[in-house]
């Protein structure tokens, strides 16, 4: 069972920040559904929840989604329907179930780079950039790199654009882990391949997706990059499925992806 | 931690403690259709609707509830019952463990789909899991509630 000492409500983020620093087991509070889960013993639990970080907003050139977004807003929000074909609701909509969904937040999913995730792979395949109270804004696929150590995640900045984009994801049963998850892009600057969940977090198959970028791709074109995707990432086992097992899933997902978004 | 929560349309003080998630706390205030029936999030069991929504309990913070509308199927009991109704013609009830956060999210479902098919329904309902009854007499019955069938 976690525990917490002290309970605040930030009244700013620069509040938020302070508190942060102030002592190690101090914790940022998102939906609480994996802090639950540990035996972590929170010094001070900071909440966020006043500071009107839960909103989706369309800009003129972007879409920004607050660190305290549920998953279940990302899911039935219509600018995240009606952009990329709706990839990044699709991502979300197997975790558990709709009251699952309406706890966890945006922010949280991002900044723990939790290796099954869903909504980071479908993230990846987009221009996303995550905000970061101290560290600024960086590029997605360096956050995942790099991580922010101690920082808060503000929220997520995507560029709009008219990029196609499919969601593909295997479970053993419906609201489990995935065992493997992919997203395909194609935009005015080329294809992009996202794997997560190998079971390392999402990667992206760079030599695999240049393959696709001369011209319409043709059955051979698909094939030679779903082999050189699996060639590229590593992939691994865990209780959910073993390395080979992974790498023959890969192979169809990553062909279906590539074949809705043709 | 004293807050004041509205239950069921009635305004309610409780003192919580920090680290307490609103399915004991209810429980500890009397709303005893609120159970907890896993320990992960994954089972449903414990949903109730904050501010209409149908939402975990056992995944919320009681301190977070401050100042929130909560409803328990306590305060549904007419809705309830027809739901149980259909449930019960269609052989898809057996323990019933399952049943109070289920009627929570088939009513909540009512409310915001209109004429769902059968895969919308099923994804509303996923996360209530039951381990009696299988999901297929569940589907038909809700089905014959929603007046979709
Ligand atoms: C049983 C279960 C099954 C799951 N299945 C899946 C699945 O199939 N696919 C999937 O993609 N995900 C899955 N998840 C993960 C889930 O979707 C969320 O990503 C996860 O619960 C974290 O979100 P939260 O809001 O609950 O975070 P919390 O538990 O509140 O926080 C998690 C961590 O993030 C930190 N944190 C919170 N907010 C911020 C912030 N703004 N800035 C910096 N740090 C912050 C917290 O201090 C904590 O360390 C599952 C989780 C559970 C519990
Ligand atoms: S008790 Fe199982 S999901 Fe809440
Ligand atoms: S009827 Fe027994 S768990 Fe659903």
């Not at chain 1, 639990?45 to 003129?60: G, M, P, V």
């Not at chain 1, 150590?149 to 990029?163: E, G």
């Not at chain 1, 760079?206 to 060639?231: C, F, R, W």
Request: charged share 25%; proline share 2%; net charge neutral.
């Amino acid at each position: 069972m976690f525990t917490i000492k002290n309970y605040v409500m930030a009244n700013t983020i620069e509040d938020a920040y302070r508190l942060l620093q102030e002592g190690k087991s101090n914790a940022i509070l998102g939906g609480c559904a994996f802090l639950k889960l540990g035996a972590k013993r929170i010094g001070t639990a900071i909440d966020l929840s006043k500071l009107n970080l839960d909103q989706i907003n369309e800009t003129e050139d972007t879409i920004e989604i607050g660190a305290m977004t549920s998953f279940r807003a990302v899911e039935t929000n219509e600018a995240l329907n009606k952009y990329f074909n709706g990839v990044l609701p699709r991502s979300v909509a197997s975790i558990i179930g709709i009251q699952f969904r309406s706890a966890v937040t945006v922010g949280a999913s991002v900044y723990s780079r939790y290796g099954f995730s869903d909504f980071i792979t479908a993230l990846l395949v987009l221009d996303t950039e995550v905000e970061l109270f101290k560290s600024g804004r960086i590029p997605l696929d360096q956050f995942l790199q790099d991580g922010a150590p101690r920082d808060i995640l503000t929220k997520l900045v995507i560029k709009k654009s008219d990029i196609k984009a499919s969601y593909q994801m295997m479970r053993n049963s419906a609201v489990d882990y995935p065992i493997l998850n992919v997203a395909i892009s194609k935009g005015a600057a080329g294809w992009k391949i996202a794997v997560g969940a190998r079971p390392q977090r999402a990667a992206l198959a760079m030599k695999a997706a240049k393959l696709l970028d001369s011209g319409e791709p043709k059955d051979a074109d698909i094939e030679a990059a779903v082999n050189t995707a699996v060639e590229e990432l590593t992939f691994g086992s865990n209780s959910r499925g073993s390395k080979v097992y992974r790498e023959a899933i890969a192979k169809g997902l990553i062909a279906r992806g590539i074949r809705e978004v043709l | 931690m004293r807050i004041e929560v509205i239950v069921n349309n009635r305004k309610i003080e409780m003192d919580v403690e920090n680290n307490e998630f609103l399915v004991d706390t209810l429980r500890r205030y009397g709303f005893n259709s609120v159970k907890r029936g896993c320990d992960t999030g994954n089972c449903g069991l414990c949903t109730v609707w904050v501010d209409e929504k149908p939402t975990l309990s056992c995944a919320t913070l009681a301190v977070r509830a401050a100042g929130r509308h909560i409803t328990t199927i306590e305060a549904l009991q007419t809705e309830a019952k027809e739901v149980a109704e259909f449930l019960v013609a269609e052989g898809a009830d057996q323990c019933g463990f399952c049943s109070p956060g289920f009627l929570m999210t088939v009513l909540a479902m009512k409310k915001e789909l209109q004429n769902p098919t059968d895969e919308e329904i099923k994804h509303y309902l996923a996360g209530n899991l039951c381990r009696c009854t299988g999901y297929v007499g569940q589907l038909r019955a809700i089905k014959k509630y929603l007046g979709v069938a």
